[in-house]
Every structure is written in C-alpha cells, then in structure tokens.
C-alpha cells in the first residue's frame, strides 16, 4: 500500500475513534447528569428542610433578576405598549377645564387640603353627571365634601363607602355596570353611583332638602341632625368662594313636617341621630 493510502487510512481511522469516544463520553453524560437528578430529588423528597432551602434561594434569584428583566422589557417595548401609572390617575390639570370649574376645584383643593389635580377631575366629572341628571353640579360637591371630605377610601361603620358614602351592600346592582362592588373605591364610579342615589331621593321627597334628608336616612325621623342644612351651608360657601352667583334659596319637602318658629332654637338641642343609623334608613328603603 503506498504512504499515501496508508495515511488517509490512519485518518479514517482516527476520525472513527474519535466519534466513538464522543459519542460514548456524551452517552453517559447524560446519564451521569439523569442520574443526578434523581439522586437530588430522593434527597429533597426525604429532606423537607433541604428543599424549602433551595427554594427559597431560588425565589431570591428570581426576585432579583425580575426587576432586571421587567427594565429590559420596557426598554425595548414601542412606546404605545408601555403602561403609565398616570393614565390610571384620576387627576387633569385644573387649567385645562371651563373657568367655573376650574375656579370650584382651587377652592375647594385650598379648603379640603387635596391636591388640585384629583379635585379638578372630580369637579369635571361632577358637572358631567348634574348636566345629565339636571342636578347643580356644586350641590354633588357639597354632599361629598360633608360626606368623606373627598377621602375616596373613607368608609362608615356600618360600610357606607367612597366619596358619597353609599351603602355598597344596598346598591350592589348599581355598581355592576362597572365591574362590580369593588368599584365603589374608584373616585368617578362612586360619584356616578351617588348621583344615582341622591336623584332617587329628591324625586321622592320632591325637594332638594327633603332629598337629603332621604339620603342621610333621616326622612321619617325627628331631626337630621342638621345634615341638611351643614350640606346646603357648604354648598352656599363653595358657590361664593369660586366666585359664582349664590343658589336659590331652597324649599323643604312637603312631606317634611314644618317648623314652629318657637322651635327653632332648639334645633341644636334635638338628639342627633348617628350617620351610620341614617344611611342605614336611607339606603333601606330606596
């Protein structure tokens, strides 16, 4: 055989041997590595402690890759996909809205100490839904700010809840529109929701004050504790404040029995009946 062939048969050779080897060396890799995974987990399944250990470590690395990860996402995320918490925020710019509006929402933001943002979104929307509803839109303020101060998360003991203070047990079918009665802690939901309930009880008291007396649950009660007249006094001060003409003076219900003049200073003595037992009353028997 001449050295030529010779050679390229020591190749073939060579090259035969080392697949083998290969083959054989990656063969029983695997199963080295099957045989150490079963050998881990017949130890984790006899030892609880070494398991809850390793994954608790394991939970540690993915916690702190997490953040890298979500980082890198919205890096490289278009710009219309990525999600800003404050398109979220129920907040605009106070500057944006009518001039009336705007001038209720400084005034009210400098009174109750809320940010102007929020109060102005909640201004807009309150004068939303009096123009739909043929309510003054200043008068939904103003049972808001004697209601919860415009705490959206405020609730009573008796679960009266958000900014209107609305018996989310009573009126759970009003807030299914939105998602269910979890929705009472969203600002304009519970507004809407208010609104709501409040036109329900003017159209059956047949008058402003007697629609609040039915919703503060004080309609077939002695006194209401003043809750009338503290809404109606605030809501006189928010109109003056934001500069806008005074309300009409406004008439009780027929159905509200009337006072004897020699009764009036006594007003202030009269038992005040509890928020929570009135809107209790209220919201029963809507």
């Known amino acids: ?28 890799g695997f199963a080295l590595l099957g045989l150490a995974v079963a050998i881990s987990a017949l130890i984790f399944i006899s030892r609880p402690d070494l398991r809850l250990a390793g994954e608790s470590q394991l939970r540690q690395w993915l916690d702190a890759r997490l953040p890298v990860v ?13 999600i800003v918490a404050s398109d979220r925020a129920t907040a605009v710019n106070p500057k944006s809205l009518p001039k009336e509006q705007a001038a209720v929402a400084y005034w009210l933001s400098t009174k109750y100490r809320v940010a102007p943002e929020p109060i102005a979104a909640l201004v807009s929307e309150a004068y939303a839904q009096g123009k739909a509803n043929k309510l003054d839109p200043t008068l939904i303020l103003a049972i808001m700010a004697i209601e919860s101060s415009f ?24 807030y299914e529109s939105f998602g269910g009665q979890h929705a009472a802690f969203d600002p304009v939901t519970n507004l809407k929701v208010g609104v709501k309930v409040l036109k329900e009880c003017i159209a059956r008291a047949g008058s402003i004050e007697g629609g609040l007396r039915y919703y503060v649950g004080a309609a077939n009660l002695p006194s209401d504790g003043g809750y009338a007249a503290k ?31 020699s009764a009036v200073p006594k007003v202030a003595e009269a038992t005040t009946v509890s928020h929570a037992q009135q809107v209790i009353v209220a919201n029963s028997s809507l």
């Open 70 to 82: 979500a980082e890198a996402s919205i890096e490289e995320a278009p710009t219309s996909e990525i």
């Open 151 to 174: 705490n959206p998360f405020a609730q009573s003991p008796v679960g009266a809840q958000g900014l209107m203070q609305v018996m989310t047990k009573i009126h759970t079918d009003k």
């Open 1 to 28: 055989m001449p050295a030529s062939g010779k050679l390229v048969a020591s190749a073939r050779t060579l090259g035969h041997k080392t697949a083998n080897g290969f083959l054989a060396l990656t063969h029983n």
């Open 231 to 261: 809404v109606l006094a605030e809501h006189q001060r928010m109109r003056l404040g934001a500069g806008l003409r005074a309300a009409n003076p406004l008439v009780a219900a027929n159905t509200a029995p009337p006072v004897a003049k």
